[in-house]
C-alpha cells in the first residue's frame, strides 16, 4: 500500500485531468476480482463493485482522485515529477486506504448486498460528486449509506474524530466586475471610475454575516483577489474585479449570503452609475452527517480500538463529499496526520503512511458490519 501510495504521489493530475490516474486505479480495481468496474463516471470517476448477489444494503465508500496546481517543495523521494502539480492535499492516500479495502474484499467476498468503492475526479473545484451522480451509469452503484474521510493535519496522528449534523461548511465563489470607463490620469472627471465602488464593496462584503445577524463563526466572506484598471500613472481606471469565497454552516445561510452580496454589488455599482457582472464558480454544499450512518461510524471505531473524539463543530473548510448525503444516508470523518505534521495545501505537505491502515480498518469494520464476510477464498 506505501509502494502504490508513493508511485501515486509522483504523478499528480489535477481536476478534470485525472486520465493516467483513473487508468492506475481501474487497473488495480480489476486485479481485485471486482464483480464490475465503472470507468469514465462523472469525468474520470472510477467505481467498483463487489456484489454478494444475496439481499442486503449497497454500501460506497468514497475516495479522490485529484491532486494541486501546487509544486512540491517537499524532498521525499517519491515527490511529483510532474512540474507546478502535486498531492498536497492526501488524496494520494485516500486512495490508496480504498485500494486496501478492494484487496480485502476479494480475500473475504461481502456475504449479502453490495460494497462499492468510488473514485471520485474534481473534488478540489466542487464539480466532481454532482457529476457523478448525474451520471447515468451512478444508477449501477447508487448506494443506501455513503463514507468518506480526509486527513486532518493539527490532530494527533491516527486519532479519528466525527460529528453528527453539520461537519463542514458550504461555500462558494463569487466574482464582481465593476466596469466604468477610462480617461486621462489628468481629468479623471471625464471618465467613470469604479475605485469608490470598489472600496465600498470592500469594506461592506466581509460585514455581510453579522448584517444578516449570523452568530460569530457561523458564515464568512473572505476576500481573495481584487483588482484594479491597468498598471500605468497615465489611466484614470475603467475596470475593477473583487473575488471573495463566501461559506456559511448551512446550505441555507450560503445562499441567504449569496443573495445578499448579489444585492449589494448591484445597488452599489446603481449608486456610481457603473456596470455590474456577477458569476459563480466552485460551488460546495455543507457536508452533513446523518445521525443514523455517523452511529455506524462510531461502531466501526470503536470495533476497531482506533482512537477517537467528536468535534466541537463544524470545519470552516468545504468537501464536496457533501453531495452525497443528498442520495444517501451518509458520514464522513476526519484521520488525523499528526499534530507537527505540514497543513492541507502547503508546498511541503505529504500523507503520512503511518494512517493507511487504521483509514482502512474503520473502513471495513463499515464494510463487515452492514456487509458481512465469507470464508476466505485465498486471494492475495
Known amino acids: 500500500m506505501t509502494a502504490l501510495r508513493r508511485d501515486l504521489h509522483r504523478m499528480p493530475e489535477v481536476s478534470g485531468k485525472e486520465m493516467a490516474t483513473a487508468a492506475r486505479i481501474a487497473g488495480w480495481l ?15 470517476g472510477v467505481a467498483c463493485v463487489f456484489d454478494s448477489g444475496q439481499p442486503g444494503p449497497t454500501v460506497l465508500f468514497r475516495s479522490e482522485l485529484d491532486g494541486l496546481p501546487i509544486h512540491e517543495t517537499g524532498q521525499p523521494d517519491w515527490r511529483s515529477i510532474i512540474p507546478g502539480v502535486g498531492h498536497m492535499c492526501g488524496h494520494d492516500g485516500h486512495m490508496v486506504i480504498l485500494c486496501g479495502l478492494a484487496k480485502r474484499m476479494q480475500e473475504r467476498r461481502p456475504a449479502r448486498g453490495r460494497v462499492v468503492l468510488l473514485f471520485q475526479p474534481a473534488e478540489e473545484t466542487g464539480a466532481g460528486a454532482r457529476a457523478v ?30 460529528r453528527d449534523d453539520s461537519f463542514c461548511f458550504a461555500s462558494e465563489g463569487m466574482t464582481i466586475k465593476l466596469t466604468g470607463w477610462t480617461s486621462h490620469a489628468a481629468h479623471p472627471e471625464d471618465g467613470r471610475s469604479p475605485a469608490d465602488a470598489m472600496v465600498d464593496l470592500v469594506m461592506k462584503l466581509p460585514r455581510l454575516p453579522k448584517h444578516l445577524g449570523f452568530a460569530a463563526g457561523e458564515a464568512l466572506v473572505t476576500l481573495s483577489h481584487v483588482q484594479m484598471g491597468e498598471a500605468a500613472f497615465g489611466i484614470s481606471p475603467g475596470e475593477a474585479r473583487i473575488m471573495a469565497t463566501i461559506r456559511a454552516r448551512t446550505d441555507d445561510m450560503q445562499a441567504a449570503l449569496m443573495d445578499a452580496a448579489r444585492k449589494q454589488a448591484n445597488e452599489v455599482a446603481e449608486e456610481a452609475g457603473l456596470q455590474v457582472g456577477i458569476e459563480t464558480a466552485e460551488r460546495f454544499m455543507a457536508c452533513y452527517n446523518d445521525r443514523a450512518a455517523t452511529a455506524i461510524l462510531r461502531d466501526a471505531m470503536g470495533a476497531t480500538g482506533v482512537e477517537s473524539a467528536e468535534l466541537g463543530g463544524p470545519f470552516r473548510w468545504s468537501e464536496d463529499f457533501g453531495v452525497f448525503s443528498s442520495v444517501a444516508p451518509s458520514a464522513f470523518f476526519v484521520l488525523g496526520a499528526g499534530k507537527d505534521h505540514p497543513q492541507l495545501h502547503n508546498p511541503d505537505y505529504d500523507f503520512p503512511d503511518e494512517i493507511i491502515p487504521t483509514g482502512l480498518a474503520i473502513f471495513e469494520a463499515i464494510a463487515r458490519a452492514q456487509c458481512g464476510a465469507l470464508e476466505s477464498s485465498g486471494g492475495a
Do not use: K, W, Y
Open 30 to 44: 480489476e486485479g481485485c476480482g471486482a464483480d464490475d468496474v465503472l470507468t469514465d463516471l462523472g469525468g474520470h
Open 133 to 162: 451522480i448525474s451520471d447515468a451509469q451512478f444508477e449501477r452503484i447508487r448506494p443506501d449509506f455513503a463514507f468518506g474521510l480526509h486527513n486532518l493535519p493539527g490532530m494527533p496522528l491516527g486519532r479519528a474524530a466525527t
